[in-house]
């Protein structure tokens, strides 16, 4: 943090009143304006991260059988995250964060520890910090030979300041405890702690909402069981609740289950996605609803809550292409064909599928309804994920290459995009005239539509040599630099597993 406050210091931009800061901070070079920020969030990160040790630290001095002499209630708080709000002046879930990343750094080296395996992390009611979990019993009482928590990783990587505190939580709280189900505890562990470090390895290029949806992801991926579980008890919340408020104004909460809220994303989606990005490269049936779209004068709210009442008032007796146009909505799900077979003793399929857009795990239940609905389209790909090529007799990729694509890329493939692959464009990695690129998926990659006119436009090229990774180039980068784009999907792991150190990933 020293160091940091030092290299601050040393702008003379910034070395100014308060007051002169806006006029002051607006002659810095773009240069220095890139690395002020930098230094600022790292600085930020350092400051969140001591923040969260110390809350962990009031926490544990405010233990509920402490009661009245702990830290929080001599302070007169009822909870030691009320005790951190009211110092802190932020929100009610910054301090509870706060607490739960403070509490899962102490472990009993620290004094703070406490004896026995530490609670799941999604029951509210339990503690939540790490502690050394014992062998075996007998171990547990001799308190010798103690073995490191699975969620390790997570401890270290925030300590040395590879996570931040928001991605650390994001990555606890999405993967959960290691479930067993009468397998052998240590392997569960293992494969949790292995999956830890795979989503701290990939958190610098993920934002933490997309890192908790991963980590939820892989959490169901490693327990299908729980999957189908954790599925049913989100389809048991739903509901659907109008009134009217003083001013006659009728208003609606809805909470959706996972299927039916793929289902509405993509309804909705479908009306405004010429407004939102959508692909340029459309059949010229097409082009006039979409040109109509973008010069309608209603908010993109106000063309989705018409839909809705459209959708509604037509039910089963219009024909989709009356209600939605060109483009129909629908949930595309991509399952790993290897991994469909086994079943519960109900008959469940124990399998995990992802929605097409977004990567959003769903259970075998729903993977089985889909297939008996609609039937499946099988995509083989190589170690890499490519699949097959299909030469050079047109112009445009396939709407079936365009599917392969969607399974290898999962969304735009540009450094911390997150536009799905339904809103995305198939690039050319070399230029279809200039270059003689082919139509073929290892030589295409998905781009949304601001990415593929900016590398365009601007001088950004994406180039790959034989079967190697895809690599971005900034204009002027020199051949050897530049930044590998990795696929978004969250199922990739299927051709792209962990290093030959982490084998035992797959079999858990």
């Keep these: ?31 220095s304006l890139i690395a002020g920020l930098r230094d600022l969030a790292a600085l930020a990160n350092d400051v969140a991260r001591l923040q969260s040790v110390l809350a962990g630290v009031a926490a544990h001095r405010s233990r509920r059988e402490d009661g ?19 110092i802190t002046g932020g929100t009610r879930a910054e301090a509870q964060r706060q607490v739960r990343v403070g509490q899962a750094l102490l472990d009993d080296d620290s004094g703070c520890g406490a004896p026995g395996r530490s609670a799941g992390i999604d029951d509210p009611a339990a503690g ?5 979990v014992p062998e075996s019993d007998h171990e547990s009482t001799s308190g010798s ?42 392997a569960a562990e293992g494969a949790w702690s292995v999956a830890a470090e795979m989503l701290v390895d990939e958190a610098a290029g993920t934002t933490v909402e997309d890192l908790a949806a991963r980590a939820r992801t892989m959490r169901d991926m490693l327990d299908p069981a729980g999957a189908e579980e954790r599925f049913a008890r989100r389809y048991d919340a739903r509901s659907w609740r109008t009134w009217i408020d003083e001013n006659g104004q009728h208003h609606a909460r809805v909470v959706f289950d996972d299927e039916a809220a793929l289902w509405v994303r993509s309804l909705l989606a479908s009306a405004v996605r010429p407004r939102r990005g959508g692909p340029r490269f459309v059949t010229e049936e097409e082009q006039t609803p979409s040109a109509a779209l973008r010069d309608d004068p209603r908010t993109n709210e106000q063309i989705e809550y018409d839909l809705i009442i459209d959708v509604l008032r037509a039910g089963s007796l219009a024909q989709a292409s009356d209600v939605f146009g060109a483009r129909q909505p629908g949930v595309r799900m991509v399952v790993v064909k290897d991994l469909v077979g086994p079943r519960d003793p109900f008959g469940r399929l124990l399998a995990v599928g ?11 239940t729903v993977i089985d309804r889909a297939l008996c609905m609609h039937g499946s389209t ?12 299909v030469g050079r007799e047109q112009r445009l990729f396939t709407p079936k290459q365009r599917l392969a694509l969607a399974v290898r890329d999962g969304g735009c493939v540009w450094h911390g995009c997150r536009q799905p692959a339904s809103y995305c464009e198939a690039h ?13 998926i290892d030589r295409g990659v998905l781009l949304c539509r601001f990415h593929h006119m900016l590398l365009h436009n601007r001088g950004w090229r994406i180039e790959r040599f034989g079967s190697g990774p895809l690599m971005l180039r900034a204009p002027g980068d020199p051949r050897g630099g530049g930044t590998v784009l990795t696929s978004k999907a969250t199922w990739r792991w299927a051709w792209d597993p962990p290093p030959l150190d982490r084998k035992g990933w797959r079999a858990a």
Excluded: K
């Design 145 to 186: 030979s103690l073995r490191t928590p699975w969620h390790d990783p997570l401890r270290r990587a925030l300590l040395e300041g590879r996570i931040t505190t928001a991605q650390h939580d994001a990555i606890r709280r999405g993967l959960g405890a290691p479930t067993t189900d009468g397998a052998d505890a240590l």
């Design 68 to 86: 009245h002499s702990g830290l929080a209630a001599t302070q007169g708080h009822a909870t030691p995250a009320a005790l951190v709000q009211a």
């Design 378 to 389: 099988e995509v083989t790909v190589d170690g890499r994920g490519n699949p097959l090529d």
């Design 354 to 364: 992802h929605a097409e857009d977004g990567g959003q795990s769903l259970p075998g």
């Design 1 to 31: 943090m020293r160091e940091r406050l030092e290299s601050l210091a040393r702008v003379v931009e910034l070395s100014v009143a308060a007051h002169d800061l806006p006029a002051s901070t607006s002659r810095l070079s773009d240069a």
């Design 128 to 132: 939540d910090h790490p502690t050394m």
């Design 428 to 440: 050319h990695i070399d230029h279809y005239v200039a270059d003689g690129g082919r139509t073929d």
